[in-house]
Structure formats: C-alpha cells, structure tokens
C-alpha cells in the first residue's frame, strides 16, 4: 500500500473545499492550466470537453469553488431567467452544454458575460463542431472559444485516483489489489470511485479485509 500511495502524493493536486481533490495528469493537464490561468483569462468563455466519468465536471466544480462562479441549471433558468442571473453574476458554469440549455438562452448568457468582462466555463461531452448548433451567432461564438478535451485517464493517473480513495477511507490495500483491478474496469474516475464504495461496503459487511478474493467477489457480482 505504501508504494500506491506514494505514486498518488506524486501528482500535482489542487485542493477542494469540501470535496474532492483533482489529480493533474498528462490527461487533464491542458484544461487545468486554464484552470489556474483565472481569472487572467483573454477570452470570455472556454469550453471543456470528455467522455462521462473524465472528470470535466469534477474541475467545472472546483472552478465553482475558486471564482465563486454560478451553476446554470434549467430550474435555475426556469425560476429566475437569464437576464435576472446577469444582474447578479459575472462568471457562471453551464455544465452538459450541448443538452443542458436551449441555444437562445446560451448566447444571451455568453453576451451578457462577454459584455460585462466576466466569464463561462461550459462542460460538454463533445466539441462543438459535433452540436449540431442551427443558431448562427451561437455557432461563430463557439467556434471563436477555447475547447480543451480531457482524456481518458492512464493507468498511472487510476492508479493514483485508486490510492487515494482507498486512503479516504481508511482501508489498508495492496498493490495487487490495484494490479487486478486496472483492466477490469472502466476507465473513468467515476467507476473507480464507484467500485471502491462497494468494496469498502462488502468489506464491512463481511467484515474481511480488502484482499484480493475479495474484490474479485466483488467485480463478479456486477456492483449488486
């Protein structure tokens, strides 16, 4: 265990308030950099994009914690309208994009940031060439962002993202265990956390360690 533990203290990490830390990794690197760039952003909006499970949502959150920016959601959009949130806000996050919000709507709140020298992190599981976008204005503007793709994560980065949530709980685990579990599973963040949850709670349940019997236990039984 000590080994995958160091190899996780390894990574360049940025600290969340009341959540989890992200590992910088050769995957995610390029959208972390605007990351640390804000607010000395040239642009008024940029775009990041990745599979479910990459952790685009996970930075859009830290971002939220460090700008303070304001998470547009469609109840959100529904109770308050655009323009009431650009009374009030200078930099905001649309998460999902491409889906989340219609088009009329996404370039009013680009405009209005855009006018008012704030700024818009979107979230998106595609580039926007791949919208399908019909509004003219919304497709210029698009085209004129930064869009930065977070990768699938490496074995090193799941590795690490292993370690640690592991380390979170308190749960003492060997290297094979790790080993075993690298492809086997989805490659996502999400999943590891996921399968980790269910290993520490068939570990209570039949109060064993976690060994290597065990998470294959666990991995046969499909996460039931």
């Not at 998470?71 to 649309?94: A, H, K």
């Not at 979230?123 to 503007?141: C, H, Q, V």
């Amino acid at each position: 265990m000590a080994d995958i533990c160091q190899n996780a203290f390894n990574f360049d990490i940025r600290p969340a308030v009341g959540g989890q830390d992200f590992l910088v990794a050769f995957s995610n690197q390029k959208a972390v950099e605007w990351f640390d760039r804000w607010p000395d952003w040239h642009v008024p909006a940029i775009i990041i994009y990745g599979v479910a499970g990459c952790g685009k949502s996970h930075l859009a959150n830290l971002f939220k914690i460090k700008s303070g920016a304001l998470l547009i959601t469609p109840s959100l959009l529904e109770e308050v309208g655009v323009s009431r949130i650009l009374e009030n806000e200078t930099s905001c996050i649309v998460d999902d994009a491409e889906i989340g919000v219609d088009e009329e709507t996404l370039l009013h709140l680009y405009n209005g940031l855009a006018s008012a020298g704030g700024h818009l992190l979107m979230t998106a599981a595609k580039p926007p060439g791949l919208w399908g976008i019909s509004l003219k204005d919304l497709e210029s503007r698009l085209k004129s962002m930064p869009c930065v793709e977070i990768g699938l994560p490496d074995d090193r980065l799941l590795e690490a993202v292993f370690a640690k949530y592991f380390a979170d709980r308190q749960l003492l685990v060997g290297a094979d265990v790790v080993s075993y579990l690298l492809p086997r599973i989805e490659r996502s963040l999400s999943m590891a956390q996921k399968i980790v949850e269910k290993i520490d709670q068939h570990s209570l349940a039949a109060g064993r360690k976690v060994t290597l019997p065990l998470v294959r236990q666990v991995l046969a039984s499909n996460f039931d």
